[in-house]
């Protein structure tokens, strides 16, 4: 089944610790996104990339890396500068087609908590 | 820029009653495609419908239909006859031809009452 996979499901992070969150996706999409989601609210564009080796930040990238060398693969970093790193990350793609209707399809979600 | 806005926090509705939840956006683009999406508690994302700005009719699926009134400039989502499964968050999200990903409003919390 095609889809996309999000891990871990829970990460846990140590002040001054970088972790970083795994995406894979084998829908052949172009385009992957990640979204960050506190408690009671909408989702906020962190990076996203339309091709490999490609990327832009989103609204909220400070504190946050990322890397795209394979087209199947987006992994995010979420680095020691970001001091507020609790929340849900969620991870997606799509088939970046050019046109309006660019669904995006969303894997399950990594919940990170700061110890 | 692109802005969604929700003014909903939160709804009830009774099962297998109707029900609109309301998504308001604002965009310089001149094409943009509007979505909804559900989040179950569990927290994935689930695509619901679809409108792009120079569709003429509304969109409608399954159960679901998208009221565009593009000169208001609003996208409001309509569940018909509703279900216990459909308690849930719903997010109102734009695609425009500058950005090229979603912006989302901060969604609205639907429960259904048997």
């Known amino acids: 089944d095609g889809g996309i996979t999000q891990s871990p499901k829970y990460l846990f992070r140590k002040e001054g610790q970088n972790v970083t969150l795994s995406c894979e996706q084998n829908?052949?999409?172009?385009?992957m996104y990640w979204y960050r989601q506190d408690p009671g609210q909408g989702l906020r564009l962190i990076y996203y990339?339309?091709?490999?080796?490609?990327?832009q930040k989103g609204d909220i990238a400070e504190g946050y890396s990322v890397s795209r060398e394979k087209k199947e693969s987006f992994p995010l970093t979420v680095t020691s500068a970001q001091k507020n790193p609790t929340a849900f990350y969620l991870c997606?793609?799509?088939?970046?087609?050019?046109?309006?209707?660019?669904?995006?399809?969303f894997g399950p979600g990594t919940r990170l908590l700061v110890l | 820029a692109q802005k969604i806005t929700q003014t909903q926090p939160g709804m009830f509705v009774q099962e297998k009653e109707a029900v609109t939840l309301d998504c308001t956006y604002d965009t310089s683009d001149q094409s943009y495609g509007l979505f909804w999406y559900k989040q179950p508690s569990s927290g994935e994302m689930i695509f619901l419908i679809y409108?792009?700005?120079?569709?003429?009719q509304n969109a409608t699926e399954g159960r679901y239909s998208l009221n565009f009134q593009k000169a208001r400039k609003s996208a409001n989502l309509v569940i018909s006859a509703s279900q216990l499964g459909d308690s849930a968050m719903y997010f109102c999200?734009?695609?425009?031809?500058?950005?090229?990903?979603?912006?989302f409003g901060s969604g609205t919390r639907l429960q259904v009452q048997p």
């Open positions: 829908l052949n999409h172009d385009a």
């Open positions: 999200a734009m695609w425009g031809t500058g950005r090229r990903a979603l912006t």
């Open positions: 990339s339309q091709i490999v080796n490609d990327f």
């Open positions: 409108q792009g700005s120079y569709d003429e």
């Open positions: 997606a793609s799509s088939p970046a087609s050019g046109g309006l209707k660019e669904t995006q399809y």
